[in-house]
């Protein structure tokens, strides 16, 4: 289904600020001043989604994910 819209989604609370997201997805991740995920709630460009999916299953936190 090519219509679909997924987002990047943050727990703010559950992340833990390992940064592994923002290796794994620079497009899309940048880490503010503590080293928290700064996520916008964009649509994922469809090229991307493939990478967003591994960053988010790879998040020890489960604090990462695709909506
Ligand atoms: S990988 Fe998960 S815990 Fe680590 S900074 Fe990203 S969202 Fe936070």
Redesign the pocket.
Known sequence: MSGQTRTLR?DPIG????????ELLPELVDLDEWG??VVDGDPVPPALVNRAKRAAA????L??RLR
């Not at 992340?15 to 923002?22: D, T």
């Not at 790879?58 to 936190?61: G, M, R, V």
């Open positions: 943050l992340c833990r600020a390992h940064g592994l997201c923002a928290y995920p790879a998040c020890p936190a604090a990462l």
